[in-house]
T-cell receptor
Framework: EPEVTQTPSHQVTQMGQEVILRCVPISNHLYFYWYRQILGQKVEFLVSFYNNEISEKSEIFDDQFSVERPDGSNFTLKIRSTKLEDSAMYFC????????????FGQGTRLTVV | QKEVEQNSGPLSVPEGAIASLNCTYSDRGSQSFFWYRQYSGKSPELIMS????GDKEDGRFTAQLNKASQYVSLLIRDSQPSDSATYLCAVGGKDNFNKFYFGSGTKLNVKP
């Protein structure tokens, strides 16, 4: 069964460092998303991406964040200068967008900023 | 502010019983509604989607949607201990149906 895959599963970084979280969406999907979940809190929308550009972003997604689809399969989230409050689970998701809005989530990357 | 509200629980049911999970949402124009299951430390797993008023059944799961009351529910029949998890309600906003607002989830415990 097709699935969204994310790497790494766990990333520990020092405050102020840049991190790149990687995702391979389901191959025939057209919409890609990043969500995050701080421990014990709701899943929060960060950004959606379609046709090689951001279609929507939340207020959380400030200038420290960027997304990129560097090739035909990968979808990345970059945090330029990590803060302690960026520690969370980051989930990539994708949907086919063809009359079916169901989004399927990857297994997540646990980001720990120390 | 678009809100999705769920009772945090825990909801405890005995094995074999029906578990009923509820969700309300604030944006009357919402068009898509989803239930995800999330085990501790894992990612959300899609269980059901529903787009029209009424019931939608898939195996032991039934989703119910009432747009007039801005209410969506999930029934789990013949609950199993493996159903013990947090159930997340997600709602697609009308301005961008691919952006979901999540509730905080209801923790379900199914006792053997």
């Amino acid at each position: 069964e097709p699935e969204v895959t994310q790497t790494p599963s766990h990333q520990v970084t020092q405050m102020g460092q840049e991190v790149i979280l990687r995702c391979v969406p389901i191959s025939n999907h057209l919409y890609f998303y990043w969500y995050r979940q701080i421990l014990g809190q709701k899943v929060e929308f960060l950004v959606s991406f379609y046709n090689n550009e951001i279609s929507e972003k939340s207020e959380i997604f400030d200038d420290q964040f960027s997304v990129e689809r560097p090739d035909g399969s990968n979808f990345t989230l970059k945090i330029r200068s990590t803060k302690l409050e960026d520690s969370a689970m980051y989930f990539c998701a994708s949907s086919d967008g063809q009359g079916n809005t169901e989004a399927f989530f990857g297994q997540g990357t646990r980001l720990t900023v120390v | 502010q678009k809100e999705v509200e769920q009772n945090s629980g825990p909801l405890s049911v005995p094995e074999g019983a029906i578990a009923s999970l509820n969700c309300t949402y604030s944006d009357r124009g919402s068009q898509s509604f989803f239930w995800y299951r999330q085990y501790s430390g894992k990612s959300p797993e899609l269980i059901m989607s529903i787009y029209s008023n009424g019931d939608k059944e898939d195996g032991r799961f039934t989703a119910q949607l009432n747009k007039a009351s801005q209410y969506v529910s999930l029934l789990i029949r013949d609950s199993q201990p493996s159903d013990s998890a947090t159930y997340l309600c997600a709602v697609g906003g009308k301005d961008n149906f691919n952006k979901f607002y999540f509730g905080s989830g209801t923790k379900l415990n199914v006792k053997p």
